[in-house]
């Protein structure tokens, strides 16, 4: 299958979820992330604002800002490139042209500071290779973090696929987190 085609059948996978479902599912994905990320050092987060099918991550922000950890999430910038910006308690947003609410303002980080990139998934498959929605946004941002940058994907096990017709420029993410357990890159 092409990647337009595993796209179109794990997006329509993922909106057949019930909410009662999903919210268990979320519940049980934060915890597994929390699980995994114990005594790992962090300082610098750069997280998703999830869209209504998306693994949520209100929760999963609001914990780190508790901790006192600098949350960034993304901001598209002229349709082209997207950049992290600093956000806490009391920033307000905005919905960009793809319905994702970006900050108004705020301070942007390079990619390069990163300690950890909790990612967004349309579809993955068992090696941790990832499906966006085709724009290439992560692809392009993650090339830009570290080495030692965590690259962390989170879905629903719906979402996943046989295997990923990969390119030369998608990035292999170091785990995918679901309802069900942790994949890494075999
Ligand atoms: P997604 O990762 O969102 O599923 P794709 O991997 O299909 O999307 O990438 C969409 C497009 O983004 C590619 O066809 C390519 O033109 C562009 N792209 C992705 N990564 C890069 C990169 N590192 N450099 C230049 N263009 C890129
Ligand atoms: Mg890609």
Same mark, same amino acid.
């Given at each position: 299958?092409?990647?337009?085609?595993?796209?179109?059948?794990?997006?329509?996978?993922?909106?057949?979820?019930?909410?009662?479902?999903?919210?268990?599912?979320?519940?049980?994905?934060?915890?597994?992330?929390?699980?995994?990320?114990?005594?790992?050092?962090?300082?610098?987060?750069?997280?998703?604002?999830?869209?209504?099918?998306?693994?949520?991550?209100?929760?999963?922000?609001?914990?780190?800002?508790?901790?006192?950890?600098?949350?960034?999430? %993304?901001?598209?910038?002229?349709?082209?490139?997207?950049?992290?910006?600093?956000?806490?308690?009391?920033?307000?947003?905005?919905?960009?042209?793809?319905?994702?609410?970006?900050?108004?303002?705020?301070?942007?980080?390079?990619?390069?500071?990163?300690?950890?990139?909790?990612? %967004?998934?349309?579809?993955?498959?068992?090696?941790?290779? *990832?499906?966006?929605?085709?724009?290439?946004?992560?692809?392009?941002?993650?090339?830009?973090?570290?080495?030692?940058?965590?690259?962390?994907?989170?879905?629903?096990?719906?979402?996943?696929?046989?295997?990923? %017709?990969?390119?030369?420029?998608?990035?292999?993410?170091?785990?995918?987190?679901?309802?069900? *357990?942790?994949?890494? %890159?075999?």
């Amino acid at each position: 299958m092409t990647k337009n085609e595993l796209r179109k059948k794990a997006l329509c996978k993922r909106k057949q979820l019930n909410s009662d479902y999903k919210n268990l599912c979320d519940k049980i994905i934060f915890q597994r992330l929390l699980i995994y990320l114990k005594n790992k050092q962090i300082n610098n987060i750069f997280i998703y604002l999830n869209l209504v099918n998306e693994v949520d991550t209100k929760h999963i922000i609001n914990y780190f800002l508790i901790q006192k950890i600098n949350v960034y999430v %993304p901001k598209i910038i002229d349709n082209k490139e997207m950049v992290a910006i600093k956000i806490d308690k009391d920033t307000e947003y905005k919905k960009n042209s793809l319905k994702i609410n970006e900050p108004l303002e705020g301070i942007q980080i390079s990619p390069e500071k990163l300690d950890l990139c909790i990612i %967004p998934i349309v579809g993955f498959d068992e090696n941790c290779n *990832r499906l966006g929605f085709g724009r290439g946004y992560y692809d392009r941002f993650l090339k830009r973090t570290p080495m030692s940058c965590l690259r962390i994907g989170l879905a629903y096990e719906v979402q996943k696929c046989k295997a990923i %017709p990969i390119e030369k420029h998608d990035i292999t993410l170091d785990c995918i987190i679901t309802e069900k *357990r942790i994949y890494f %890159p075999v």
